[in-house]
């Protein structure tokens, strides 16, 4: 069997000597662990060195992609075929190129894992004629061209180009707003109308440059700036305006801003241009997720933080971007598919956003969720006084105990009451009685009065016979009543 090793001087292949000893996995270590030993194991057969290191990186990174270089595929023809032996390989996936194009049987398990990490502990001592210092520096040297390569050092991966183009492209928009604005301003005091006619900066500076003074303007031909009818409502303007008579020195100034504008816009697209170009060189993803603008502008601000994100799409958007931001940094392949699809499933998420298609999150997750249409009601609230009381409130739902506890006390707040109003009337019946008490001793006393009255008068005067039988008459009934009354104050 051979063994296909490689180094970062050059192939090496060797024949193994003794194929019993692989069968013992766990102990094969101890094979390797002085340079004698490992020469009773394997044997050089055969090294192919690299001139230099760019050789170097061209062979391992024909490796790292799974592919066969044209210097091991000659050194595989020359060799291997010939022994007509199976090459036991480091990376399986080499392994299928290799049978698949030069038909030859490959072995890649656990025993040719052990193999390599024991050539490669005693490698001074199996490949005779490279000095270790050698060996160092083209290691050191095939490192960082390897990393170089995987991290997409190259001119056409040069960041900072569309740094420095997404900072000049923001410093010419302000000073174009600047220019133009100040244009309108200096030629609407001589024809103030043709800034509401025309609303394109461009255009309007590439009028002001073809005709100039606005007496011009019915002479002039602006078919290749204006349609029809916007150059018809430009010239009947001009002949009304209300603008300010100007000078030809005055013209000839604001003529030149004009040119400054023009010439400032065309380096602009230009600019914009080579942008696009830059961004789809370096980051094609993130180009087609956010734009070139956007996408130049989080390159230019790499390293500091990100703005928070509000919203699903945002936080969506975000994490695409990352996502294409790392594969177009460490990625292998430079094309725009994995932007594309995320592109679509943004905007298939937007869709049913909008529909209202969101989803529950508890439940089933089958069912929509419905939004209840806002209906504006004009209702006047009053104050509630009953919120600022500080007294504890009871549930509606209370026990069966407290209930109880509630009718006792009602029922004894009811004989309570029943028992002060027993009183009370006795009360009033002992009041009654006393009045009338009372009233009986002062009629009493009254009677007492007149009749000594009448005996003063029947002293004084005799009375007839008649006027004595009304007197006894009178007189019984009174005694009848006095008799009563006496019998009521001893009940």
Known sequence: MLVLFETSVGYAIF?????????????LWKEFETPEKANKIVKLKHFEKFQDTAEALAAFTALMEGKINKQLKKVL????????????????????????????????????????????????????????????????????????????????????????AISLLDDLDKELNNYIMRCREWYGWHFPELGKIISDNLTYCKCLQKVGDRKNYASATLSELLPEEVEAEVKAAAEISMG????????????HLCTQVIEISEYRTQLYEYLQNRMMAIAPNVTVMVGELVGARLIA????????????????????????????????????????????????????????????????GKALVKAEKYEHKSEVKTYDPSGDSTLPTFSKKRKIEQVDKEDDITEKKAKKAKIKIKVEEE???????????????????????????????????????????????????????????????ED
């Not at 024949?15 to 102990?27: I, R, T």
């Not at 398990?109 to 390599?116: A, D, F, I, Q």
């Not at 392949?333 to 989803?359: F, P, Q, T, Y």
């Not at 009654?432 to 009255?453: A, Q």
């Open 77 to 164: 023809k020359k060799i291997v075929k010939e022994a007509h032996e199976p090459l036991a390989v480091a990376d399986a996936k080499l392994g299928g190129v290799i049978k698949e194009k030069l038909n030859l049987s490959c072995i890649h398990s656990p025993v040719v894992n052990e193999l390599m990490r024991g050539i490669r502990s005693q490698m001074d001592g199996l490949i005779p004629g490279v000095e270790p210092r050698e060996m160092a520096a083209m290691c050191l040297g095939l490192a960082h061209s390897l990393s170089r390569y995987r991290l997409k050092f190259s001119a056409d991966k040069v960041d900072t180009m569309i740094v420095q």
């Open 15 to 27: 024949k193994v000597l003794n194929e019993k000893k692989l069968q013992e996995v766990d102990s």
């Open 301 to 364: 601000h790499a390293g500091q933080t990100s703005p928070k994100h509000k919203g699903k799409i945002s936080r969506m958007l975000a994490a695409k971007t990352v996502l294409a931001i790392r594969y177009d940094a460490f990625g292998e392949d430079s094309s725009s598919a994995m932007g594309v699809e995320n592109r679509a499933k943004l905007e298939a998420r937007l869709r049913s956003l909008e529909d209202r298609g969101i989803r529950k999150i508890s439940g089933t």
């Open 244 to 255: 300010t008579e100007v000078s030809e020195e005055d013209i000839c100034n604001i003529l």
């Open 427 to 489: 009360e009033e019946e002992e009041k009654n009685d006393e009045e009338e008490k009372i009233m009986v001793v002062e009629e009493e006393t009254s009677v007492k009065k007149k009749k000594k009255n009448k005996k003063k008068h029947i002293k004084e005067e005799p009375l007839s016979e008649e006027e004595a039988c009304t007197s006894t008459v009178i007189a019984s009934p009174e005694k009848k009543k006095k008799k009563k009354k006496k019998k009521d104050t």
